[in-house]
């Protein structure tokens, strides 16, 4: 009997370790399920507000349209049909609050009644119209032609040059400017973090004595446990002012300040791993060096640095994966215009921190919503493409360990 | 003229005195073994010929070790060009994860030799002085980790040649290896005395037999004997060093 209930008692155990990894794994399927469902349903999208339509002549020769094409006829970039493989005419913009340019308030009717009628007649008569209007003042015997949108295109996701995705009437999904501005401001953290992480590790594994590395080690360590908001505030009070005047800039919000924050948020990551990996350098080794009479710097770069090289290369991957996925404190500190940077003192926006601002103003399911996942989907990638290369490192290192 | 004198030699970790007053005048072109049980200070005594032991914080020296007549603790001594003439082999083999020629020129490059020519000359002289040459003469391009135990060793040895010290010290060189590595080792320690000063800590009383000239027993820091190693092997003066040899204790 005893022996009955220690079996059961082992079972139960053992499937409630089970179950624990199956739900942790599941958990993370999930996630990343749900990521890519709601990221590539992007892609079936048109970037056109929903509920919306593009009209223009029936006698119009032009089918299809792009969403760059839109926003550029809106903006007045493309004045004429000709461009976008129309006829040689100027193109006629009408918005929904033009209407009262052609048409009397009587004619239009107190409650827009006689709005759709209107704007069939309209579209009829203005041969080079091209009209944006909700499509619900659709009339049933339209006399003008929808326009055909592209879905948004792989192409235009990640070729387009302009992040607008609340512009009307089309929407601008192109997410270049975000993957600069997070690859501007983590690379800049890294060229800043990378020689003074290693610089430290190197003093603190090789030079310092024990007791300054008793110090210096916790509170280098205590660095990784700041909240980033904590960070971000200290960047926006103290770093964002110093660049303004530095370089006199009428913002001081830029890419360089997002790299100084990263930086250092990376930094305890490359100097603890560097720094174990520097110190797991074999006794035996170094007294080998030394012994051959190599100076305790020759030592360091042609023994140790060798011999830990990928603990340290692992150490500032780790770093610039921190620094990539890291979003308060970027989101304080670069300023956030979605523009291509062509320096290191203009306003940046990373991925992460376009994700954080925006979420809360996109509609549920929309394509803006979307569009965010579908930025979520890119980053995760860099991440995971991060993290296995750290991976593999380590793997590689193992082998060549024996 | 003795090569290596070591004058009323005291050596403290912090507060504990390791060494006590070790008086021994070693002559050039010989083996001398250093015995004694666990812990009585003889891989420190060793260690202090090419001021190893100053890698270990919170350590002091007493007295004084003259190599080539020159005090080596002495002010202004650098230890760099202390440390070309007085190679060093370690208990274990301990290659760099380097190639086995790399390993080799590494006491070379950093000593500043740039001439390939010259690099590679030395370094087939070194290996073919260890009796390696044959083995790997081959795959000088592979890492080193590839070779056995007793190869590495060798190869290790070869890599405290290439600089041409004159003084060679041996802190067990074979208690990682097997005994057909070992006789070749101890072979090569034999082989080597013609050219270099040899001091050798060994655990292996046989060891000590075979390729040493002198002897310097130690026991609790303390030098007991010193001398000639079949005088000492076959009629010590004193009962401990006798106690010890035949195994009585230790």
Known sequence: ?402 | MYKIESKNVDFFYGASQALKNINIAFKPNTVTALIGPSGCGKSTYLRLFNRMNDLIDNTKIGGQILIDGEDIYAKGVNVDSLRKKVGMVFQKPNPFPKTIFENVAYGLRVNGITDKKFIEERVETSIKQVVLWDEVKDKLKKSAFELSGGQQQRLCIARALAIQPSVILMDEPTSALDPISTAKVEELIYELKAKYTIVIVTHNMQQAGRVSDTTAFLYMGELIEYGNTKTIFTNPKIERTQNYITGRFG
């Open chain 1, 1 to 402: 009997m005893k022996t009955f209930y220690k079996k059961f008692l082992e079972k139960f155990i053992e499937g409630l370790l089970m179950l624990s990894s199956t739900i942790t794994t599941l958990t993370v399927v999930l996630i990343v399920f749900f990521l890519f469902k709601e990221g590539i349903g992007v892609f079936n999208k048109k970037p056109i507000e929903e509920g919306y339509v593009i009209a223009i002549n029936k006698n119009n020769i032009v089918t299809k349209i792009s969403s760059e094409q839109i926003k550029n006829i809106y903006d007045q970039k493309i004045k004429n049909w000709k461009e976008i493989g129309g006829k040689p005419d100027s193109i006629i913009l009408f918005r929904l609050e033009d209407i009262s340019n052609y048409y009397s308030d009587a004619a239009i009717g107190e409650n827009f009644e006689g709005l759709p009628n209107c704007l069939s007649r309209l579209i009829d008569s203005v041969p080079n119209i091209i009209a944006f209007f909700p499509e619900k003042y659709l009339d049933k015997n339209f006399k003008g032609r929808q326009l055909e949108i592209d879905k948004v295109t792989l192409s235009e996701f990640f070729g387009g040059k302009e992040w607008f995705p609340t512009a009307q009437p089309a929407a601008q999904l192109g997410v270049m400017p975000l993957i600069l501005g997070t690859l501007w401001v983590s690379l800049g953290a890294i060229l800043l973090a990378l020689p003074l992480g290693l610089a430290a590790s190197v003093y603190m594994s090789e030079i310092a004595s024990d007791k300054v590395r008793r110090i210096m080690k916790p509170l280098i360590e205590l660095l990784a446990g700041i909240p980033s908001v904590v960070y971000g505030f200290f960047g926006l009070v103290i770093i964002v002012p110093l660049i303004q005047k530095t370089f006199n800039l009428p913002v001081g919000e830029t890419a360089l300040a997002g790299s100084i924050i990263l930086g250092i948020m990376a930094l305890p990551t490359i100097i603890t791993i560097s720094e174990d990996a520097m110190r797991n350098t074999p006794r035996a080794m170094k007294e080998a060096s030394l012994a051959l009479g190599a100076s305790k710097w020759q030592t360091i770069y042609k023994v140790v640095i060798p011999y830990s090289i990928s603990g340290i290369t692992a150490g500032a991957i780790l770093g610039i994966g921190r620094a990539i996925g890291e979003t308060m404190a970027v989101l304080m500190v670069t300023g956030n215009a979605a523009v291509i940077p062509h320096s290191i003192l203009e306003p940046v926006r990373t991925i992460p921190a376009t994700i954080a601002a925006e979420l809360g103003e996109a509609p549920n399911g929309g394509l803006h919503f979307q569009a965010l996942f579908a930025l979520g989907c890119i980053l995760f990638l860099i991440t995971l493409v991060i993290n296995l290369t750290v991976e593999f490192i380590s793997n590689r290192n193992k082998y060549n360990k024996h």
